[in-house]
């Protein structure tokens, strides 16, 4: 309520966020009409999920960086069969979650309206 959007224009700013962070190394990052997320060549690398209450949203993305992708075999993701997955690691781009977080943060304070944001200092 507060930046005055709706849940598909919060929905798409993030998927900007993390398309324009793919950018950063040359990764081409694509949405998928009624398909929510990001997606590398057909293969997805972004997932998301919204609640939206009172006006309120609560929000997570996740993004694929370095790791076991093996499970997503075993289940249908984000409920269609046979979606690939991918990970920012295997196309080019960094294997630490530190240095993907350096290029989303700035991308995703933008794409919210926000000019600057707060580090998050991590739990002793």
């Known amino acids: 309520r507060r930046l005055k959007i709706g ?4 929905v798409e ?8 962070t793919l950018g ?12 929510p ?3 590398v060549g057909g293969r997805k690398i972004m997932a998301l999920g919204l609640r939206v209450r009172r006006g309120c949203s609560f929000h997570g ?11 997503y075999a075993r289940i249908n993701p984000c409920g269609f069969a046979g979606l690939q997955i991918t990970q920012v690691s295997e196309l080019g ?11 989303l943060v700035p991308r995703l304070t933008e794409a919210l309206g ?11």
């Open 114 to 124: 926000y000019s600057s944001w707060l580090p998050v200092v991590p739990a002793a």
């Open 7 to 10: 849940v598909r224009q919060l």
């Open 24 to 35: 950063v190394w040359g990764i081409d990052g694509q949405r998928r009409d009624g398909a």
């Open 13 to 20: 700013g993030l998927e900007q966020a993390v398309i324009d």
């Open 61 to 71: 993305l996740a993004f694929n960086v370095a790791m076991d992708l093996s499970p």
């Open 37 to 39: 997320g990001v997606y």
């Open 93 to 103: 781009g960094p294997e630490t979650l530190d240095a993907v977080a350096a290029a």
